[in-house]
Every structure is written in C-alpha cells, then in structure tokens.
C-alpha cells in the first residue's frame, strides 16, 4: 500500500494533535516495513524531526501555511499525483480526485459541545465540513470511548465505522531520570525549585478551568502557598490576558509562573521537577498531559469524568467536579499526604504501561489494510 499521513500539526505547537502524529508514526515506522508512507508536513523543522524514518518513508513539505487555502487548493492535486492508496488526515480532509481510502481521525467534538470557546472562522469550518468528513471516511479513528460516544451521540454514526486507539507517552519521557543537569537548567530557567511547585500542562483554554485552578492556589492554606508555586505550562492564547489579569487581581504575581509553549524536550523535566500534577479540564478526547504525569512520577488530580476516567483509572486523585473547593481538596491531599501521593506514583508506573504507541499504530496498520480491501473490492 502506498499511504499519506497529514503531519502539519508537527513542529506547530498542536499539543495533543502533534504528540498522536508523532507517535503514530514513530510507532507505524517500528512495526510497518512493507508498506511506503508519506507523511506531508508545513514546518520545515519537522523534517530535523523525523529524520529517523526507515526507506518506506519520506516526507514532503506542502505550502502554503494556511490550513484551509492547502485543503481547498493544494491537497487534491499534490494527492492526485502521489497516488496513495490510502490518506489519513485529522478533522478535516481534502478533496480527493480519484478513489482513495479515507482514514480520520477525530480526537474530539470540542467544537460541537464548548461552540463559545473556539475562534467564529473555525467553528463554522468545522462544523460544517465535519459532518461531510464523517460521512466521506471509510474509518474514523478517536482516542478514546469517550470520544467515540460523543461522535455517535452527535453525528449518528453507525458504531462499527469508529475505532479506538489510545494515545501514549514519547520516547522523550523515557530518557530523563539520570540527567541531572539537563533538570537543573530547565528549572533555573523559569526560576523554579525541584519539589516546589504544582503543575498544568495543556492549552489555555477556557474549558480547561484555569481561572479556577488559580482562586483554588489562592485559597490553599498560607503554608502550601508559601511552599509551593503554581506553574502553567502552555501556549499563550486569548485567555493568557484574562488569567494574567486573575492573577494580579488576586495579588498572586510572585507565586503563579506562566511559562508559554515548552518544547518537547524540555517539558519531561518540568513535569520530574514539580510535586503534584493537576489537570482541571472536564472534557478531553484523552489527555495525554495525564499519563506524561504519571509516566515521570508526579502524583496527578483530575477531573473523574470524559476520558479522564477512562484514562487514569485509579491512579489518580479523581474529583466529581471541578469547583474551585474541590481543587482546594484535591491540591491539599496530595501535598499534604504522602502515603497517598506514594501510592499514587506507583499506580501511575503502572497505568502508563497499558498505553503504547505501537499498539495505536498496530490497530491504526489494521484500519489501513480493512480500507484498502474494501476499496480493492469496489474497483473489481
């Protein structure tokens, strides 16, 4: 088969849509030598990226940056001359000219479920087009039960056209835990001491509760405050601004530390260096920044429904709600108790295990050759 991937989330700061395109091809290039890949990407810096692809891979750069213009207008021409047999996008796909097997991947319907929280260009794009998407796949791939409830729920899919592969932990959480100085330089550069600090990981979006995250640092005891910083790690958005301003409202300016966007091999020492993780989101497809926590060793407090459940089964601290005292609770126990944080670092070890890349990409390598059968079939 010859098959093209959609790589433009990689080196374009796209949080958990990166880290599943990475991974899905770190693990496709592991277990996959017989078929030819292609994987098109927009950044340049992602071909120093994927420079270790084995001979059945290559990559090619497509232009312009614009996703919407590349979809419309450069896609089905540059596809229509590779001729793939099989193409895997996320969310969106182009136009395709010939009969080409559709594979794609949806990790969530934020778009659908929080409309007020994305940009109006973008919510109207997706929610008109993803409907024709779902009905154009051969396959949808999501990350999570979750997930695949809510397709249906929302767009009436018939069940058995939905497959679920969960996502994974990088190679760059597995080479970390003797490199000292590596940690000590990540951690003089955002001022931050080894033990000392509560963590988030993830976009600054509104549904992920941030503003709640920090009332609840605020109304921690004086002790745990004056002990422990508030770090959020993220790519700055149009919610930087208001939290910024929630953090000088409430006089926290000297406790709570904005990072901006990490890189990928910084970020495993962020999460090694800090006491706790927390993650106040109530929706995610997954939440990949929870098993990177539980990967490294930091304890983690979640919300206990979407896929966070499904995800960190008992080795997290799981709240009902995220309320700004539910976070108090939360945040306190674990800082507060080491028994249970002991407990919960070794369940972590253990949970993350489950979730491997190269189980997603031997389910994801199966969807590929049902598809392309099944479009062998319809040409005879």
């Known amino acids: 088969m010859k098959i093209g991937i959609d790589g433009h989330s990689i080196c374009n700061q796209r949080s958990g849509d990166e880290s599943y395109t990475l991974g899905l091809i770190k693990g496709l290039s592991l277990i996959d030598k017989n078929n ?22 290559r990559v090619k750069i497509v232009r312009p940056h614009n996703r919407w213009i590349r979809l419309l207008f450069c896609y089905p021409y540059i596809l229509l001359k590779d001729n793939n047999d099989i193409v895997h996008f996320q969310y969106i796909a182009p136009l395709l000219f010939r009969k080409t097997g559709l594979v794609l991947t949806i990790h969530d319907i934020s778009y659908r479920v929080f409309p007020h929280y994305f940009g109006f260009v973008e919510r109207v794009c997706l929610r008109k087009a993803t409907p024709l998407m779902i009905k154009r796949a051969h396959k949808i791939i999501t990350v999570s039960q979750f997930s695949k409830r809510q397709i249906i729920e929302y767009y009436r899919v018939n069940q058995e056209k939905i497959i679920v592969t969960y996502n994974a932990v990088g190679d760059n959480f597995k080479k970390i835990d003797n490199n000292i100085s590596m940690q ?19 976009t600054l979006s509104r549904r ?106 008992d080795a997290a601290v799981t709240l009902k709600e995220i309320t700004v005292d539910s976070l108090v609770q939360g945040i306190t126990l674990l800082l507060t108790n080491p028994t249970i944080r002991a407990k919960l670092i070794e369940k972590g070890y253990k949970r993350v295990q489950l979730f491997r890349w190269e189980n997603t990409a031997q ?17 005879e």
């Open 184 to 202: 000590r330089i990540v951690l003089n550069k955002y001022g931050l001491t080894k033990g000392r600090y509560i963590l988030y990981v993830g």
């Open 36 to 57: 030819n890949y292609t994987v098109y990407i927009t950044n340049d810096r992602a071909l120093d990226v994927l420079n270790y692809l084995p001979n059945n891979f």
């Open 363 to 379: 389910i994801t390598l199966s969807v590929y050759e049902e598809v392309f059968t099944k479009i062998r079939k319809q040409k």
């Open 208 to 313: 992920k509760n941030l503003h709640l995250l920090i009332q609840a640092y605020k109304k921690l005891p004086r002790s745990l405050r004056e002990g422990y910083k508030l770090v959020i790690c993220g790519k700055k958005s149009r919610v930087y601004s208001e939290l910024v301003s929630l953090v000088k409202d409430l006089r926290l300016e000297d406790k709570v530390k904005f990072t901006g966007y990490v890189s990928s091999e910084q970020l495993p020492f962020l999460y090694t260096g800090s006491a706790i993780f927390i993650y106040p989101s109530t929706y995610e497809g997954f939440g990949i920044p929870a098993i990177e926590a539980m990967q490294t060793g930091t304890p983690v407090v979640c919300y206990a429904g979407s896929s966070l459940a499904e995800v960190s089964g």
